[in-house]
């Protein structure tokens, strides 16, 4: 069973780098890392997604060590607008099993502060 | 319109009462999935469809929930003698593909908020 595990909640400034990082010491060999996140209201929103390494959009970075047991999202230069919770996402189950499933955790609230 | 879309945004009903949700999936989706979040938690997984198939429902809690997808587009979430304890927030998300390894985005709806007196 694929678990996450992320701080439960983070404050920060505006115009300051926020960093979050997940932990997923169970994550199979072809599992994808994903983030989303979720304004109050409103259902999640996709982020940004990666196996290895670094990737970058326009919004955020995304870091994954070589033995992929975790992964830090980076957003550069938060504003109040990016308040949200964040939540790390990872496959759940046998790999092309009909059963596999994305397993949300309790995700991590960040709040911006002026 | 292009996203997600779902109906009633809000449904306030009496314990026991029978309730239908809808989805409306992003043109072309073939993937559906139904969660259920509750106040300060993370979306729940409940049923995923593939096609027209319930290809995964081990997260429907109870024999009161079921859900179709009669032709592989629109999805209706129905529950039974709701109780109480249904009070929550019931998203929708579609995708294009589902596959274990594959690069694979959800694209969620604004939930229906189901409130059970």
């Known amino acids: 069973l694929a678990k996450t595990t992320q701080p439960i909640s983070m404050d920060s400034y505006e115009g300051q780098e926020v960093n979050i990082t997940c932990s997923h010491n169970?994550?199979?060999?072809?599992?994808?890392i994903t983030w989303y996140q979720q304004f109050p209201s409103q259902g999640p929103r996709f982020i940004i997604q990666g196996y290895k390494t670094k990737v970058t959009n326009e919004v955020a970075s995304l870091f994954i060590p070589a033995d992929r047991k975790s992964s830090t999202l980076s957003l550069p230069r938060v504003s109040l607008s990016d308040t949200a919770v964040y939540y790390c996402l990872v496959g759940d189950g046998p790999q092309l099993s009909p059963t596999y499933k994305y397993i949300f955790g309790t995700g991590t609230r960040l709040k911006v502060l002026a | 319109g292009a996203g997600v879309s779902q109906t009633p945004s809000n449904k306030v009903t009496e314990k026991g009462k029978y309730v239908e949700l809808r989805c409306d999936p992003i043109?072309?989706?073939?993937?559906l999935y139904w969660y259920r979040q509750s106040l300060g938690q993370g979306p729940e997984f409940l049923i995923y469809?593939?096609?027209?198939?319930?290809?995964?429902d081990s997260g429907l809690p109870n024999d009161r929930f079921f859900a179709v997808r009669p032709e592989g587009s629109v999805s209706t979430l129905k529950i039974q003698r709701t109780e109480r304890g249904d009070s929550a927030v019931y998203l929708c998300?579609?995708?294009?593909?589902?596959?274990?390894?594959?690069?694979?985005?959800?694209?969620f709806g604004p939930g229906t908020r189901l409130t059970v007196l």
């Open positions: 169970n994550i199979a060999t072809n599992d994808y």
């Open positions: 469809f593939q096609g027209t198939g319930a290809a995964d």
């Open positions: 998300a579609s995708s294009l593909i589902h596959k274990g390894t594959s690069y694979n985005e959800q694209f």
């Open positions: 043109s072309g989706h073939t993937a």
